[in-house]
């Protein structure tokens, strides 16, 4: 089977704020590190099970934070952002599972650096059901019949998945205190979980069913301010809900809904003043 890996920075051991997750902040390269070893602790797994391929997808900010010349030689890597479907770029139903690792809470929820893909979203919905990057990406892969297998992070990322996606195997790397504190284990306890728990997904995979979208979802993006909400109303065929700073777009499908939602919070991000 081929092994499909999404990787974000904020759910990765150790991490508890945004010195961390920040290129330009002092944390940042330790971080890059660590990433790079769970992930390669994860395609090693893959392998050892008898995957022919796994593919890795940068998906935290810029999305180019994996260290490639430290990858396991074996694994593709995509790297950079502008990418078509951002956190699940190149996944496809070619794939027989797929794996979210370094994941957080969704926005306004407790958990460490919890937010939906820019911290100017307070909530995003698909058909008024609240739904943060986890589920998104989740609905993407769902769209192609690929289940989520595993999904690693704080404990309250791990919370949300199993509310989400019945069966799902979590690997809690570290427990939240505050939105910028944890108590985290070491990262080489933490890459002997993650190989465990990898290994005892791929073995439960039939248990795991694809996340199947809503047909036509109704996208809905509250922001946190009335500019962001005109901002992204600049796109075709949305509209603001009166009274409130949400920004709908009905959508012919999930991936359609999924670019639209990255369009708006691209347009969100060019207010000024907040």
Partial sequence: MKLYLSVDMEGITGIP???????????????????????????????????????VNDSHSKMNNILIDELHPEASLITGDAKPF???????????????????ARASQFGVLSHSMIHAVRQIY?????????GLNAYVAGYYGVPILLVSGDDQAAKEAKELIPNVTTVVVKETISRSAVKSMTPKKAEALLKLKANEALENRSQVKPLVPPEKPLLRIEFNNYGQAEWANLMPKTWIEPGTTIVGFQADDILEAYQAMLVMIELALQTKFS
């Fill in 17 to 55: 704020d945004y010195t961390y997750v920040d290129s330009s902040e002092h944390n940042y390269e330790r971080s890059r590190r660590i990433m790079t070893n769970e992930v390669n602790t994860v395609v090693e797994t893959g392998f050892k099970f008898g995957c022919q391929e796994v593919l």
């Fill in 86 to 104: 951002s956190m699940v770029q190149g996944l496809d139903d070619t794939y027989g599972g797929a794996m979210f690792i370094g994941y957080h």
């Fill in 126 to 134: 698909i058909n008024d059901h609240e739904i943060g990057e986890m």
